[in-house]
């Protein structure tokens, strides 16, 4: 079957008929990937040619065969606490606000993950909200149309990739870990349901999807042609409650997309709000916080503390507990034990260090990028400053500053593998893709006869093991992808807040 190929029209045909039933639109470089996918499900219906599996797709009965079509070709990628400025925002912002409006008889929260995938996002959403005690009526509807995924979801059963960035406590307080997976605690499972819901298909059942408080559609629409994008937005606006909130990816602006929205930001993080279009609007964190029912220590606040005669072994202890907080995912309590030392000049650059990882965990980019100034002040050839300020223009989107940073990196210290990682990002995400898959293939290489050179500390919970596996992944998906084909065009704008 491999030899059979697909010619121009053919892959036309399938393209056109797949992007109208679900928004996922194939690019020309896309073609093989596309024709290895429509091969696996011929072979698996016994058709030897793509007109007659054409033909199926069409019939009245060809739907089903379309769903199994779906669970190849969608993009099953995520993870918990996924953007997690996003869920900081959710947490420390829009429930307590959604808390406070809603102080009347009967009011419930309604909440809705849109490409749920996996189940990592609607979970993640659920966790915030037991971790709040939040003391209403939840309804949280998380569905896809990948019904492999979707089982997936239902199942809860998780491994290493997928907690790789979820904060500690909330891995203790509600996972069990037999062997390598993570199993799920069912009274989270049962916070969620899963169901199949196709975005694109028309008509939009809005009786049945209307008065939503909060929707997350994020990396679902990137996939998708604008056409499809704009209407699926469209139907957002349509299915939100008036000022109801809409999560989007970070690389899925509404900017050109909808003018039916605000765009609201939280501490470094971007979100959306039905309502007439002003211009961003910056929330503070609500006085009203949900209480958290974590058992974790609280740090006691403290004044200026001197930092002059501070001893090292004394530095390395308070940055021990810091860490140790951030560790826990209490990012306010280790700021809260560094906060004292930072008033002074000579304060040490691991101190300064830290509160920039603190600042940058916190969605404070601003804060993280003046803390890594500091540093590079200090001492400008510090590999950790460089390290971490290319990491804050990489969480900030501004590509060209983060590239400076990491090949600044790579200057003082050639076998940075974190750095070279996150180039290959970059190179990939601006279209540099020769570039990515060398740098890809130098981090495996590297990383396979010198482990070591993964630095943990900003390594996130991957191993060398699983960063080689990501690498390889990602340079056999930029194979598919035929040589200096440019993904998203880099005309170097800087995008900040507000731009
Ligand atoms: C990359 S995952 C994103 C998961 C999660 N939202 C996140 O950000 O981590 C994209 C998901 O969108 C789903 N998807 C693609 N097209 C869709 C459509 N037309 N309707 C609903 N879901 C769709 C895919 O099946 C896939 O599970």
């Not at 121009?8 to 073609?31: M, T, V, W």
């Not at 040619?49 to 993009?75: M, Q, R, V, W």
């Not at 606040?301 to 951030?326: N, T």
């Not at 280790?334 to 600042?359: D, H, K, N, R």
Request: aromatic fraction near 10%; include cysteine.
């Amino acid at each position: 079957m491999k030899e059979l190929s697909l010619n121009e029209n053919d892959f036309r045909s399938f393209r056109d008929l797949i992007a109208k039933r679900s928004g996922i639109y194939f690019d020309p470089e896309k073609q093989e990937l596309l024709k290895d996918n429509l091969l696996q499900r011929m072979a698996d219906c016994g058709l030897s040619n793509f007109a007659d599996y054409f033909n199926l797709l069409s019939s009245p009965a060809g739907d089903k065969e379309f769903d199994y079509l779906l669970n190849l070709i969608t993009i099953p990628e995520t993870y918990f606490f996924r953007d997690r400025g996003q869920f900081r925002a959710l947490e420390r912002f829009v429930i307590p606000e959604l808390i406070e409006k809603k102080s009347y008889p009967g009011a419930s929260l309604r909440i809705w993950s849109a490409g749920c995938s996996t189940g990592e996002e609607p979970y993640t959403i659920a966790m915030i909200l037991a971790a709040g005690m939040v003391d209403m009526p939840i309804q949280i509807l998380a569905t896809d149309v990948s019904h492999d995924a979707l089982k997936a979801a239902r199942e809860g059963v998780y491994n290493g990739r997928s907690v790789r960035d979820m904060p500690q406590d909330y891995l203790n307080r509600f996972f069990t870990k037999k062997g390598e997976k993570y199993y799920l605690e069912d009274s989270i499972k049962q916070m969620v349901e899963f169901r199949y819901f196709n975005l694109v298909t028309e008509p939009y059942p809005l009786m049945e999807m209307s008065g939503w408080d909060i929707i997350f559609c994020r990396n679902v629409t990137i996939y998708f042609q604008a056409e499809a994008t704009r209407k699926v937005i469209h139907n957002f606006h349509r299915s939100l409650r008036e000022d109801g909130y809409l999560f989007a990816g970070y690389s899925e602006s509404l900017r050109y997309m909808s003018n039916e929205f605000n765009t609201v930001q939280h501490e470094g993080a971007f979100f959306y709000q039905k309502g007439m279009p002003k211009k961003t609007v910056r929330k503070k964190t609500r006085k009203i916080r949900l209480r958290q029912g974590s058992t974790a220590p609280r740090a006691k606040k403290q004044g200026p503390k001197a930092v002059a005669g501070l001893k090292s072994d004394e530095v390395a202890r308070i940055c021990a507990r810091a860490k140790k907080l951030l560790e826990m995912g209490q990012p306010e309590g280790a700021s809260e034990i560094l906060s004292p030392y930072l008033q002074e000049s000579s304060t040490p650059g691991s101190v300064l260090l830290l509160q920039a990882e603190i600042a940058l965990n916190q969605g404070d980019l601003e804060k993280a990028v003046h803390l890594c100034e500091r540093i590079l002040q200090g001492e400008p050839l510090s590999i950790a400053g460089h390290y971490l300020l290319g990491v804050v223009y990489l969480t900030w989107e501004d590509e060209g500053r983060a590239i400076e940073e990491f090949k600044k990196v790579l200057y003082l210290e050639p076998e940075h593998a974190l750095a070279r990682f996150n180039l290959g990002e970059l190179y990939s995400q601006v279209g540099r893709l020769d570039e990515a898959r060398l740098e890809y293939a130098n981090v495996a290489r590297l990383l396979e006869k010198m482990p070591g050179s993964l630095d943990e500390r900003f390594a996130g919970g991957f191993s060398p093991a699983l960063l080689i596996d990501t690498c390889l992944s990602r340079i056999r998906a930029l194979e598919a992808k035929p040589r200096g084909t440019a993904g998203r065009r880099w005309d170097g704008a800087k995008r900040r807040e507000g731009e």
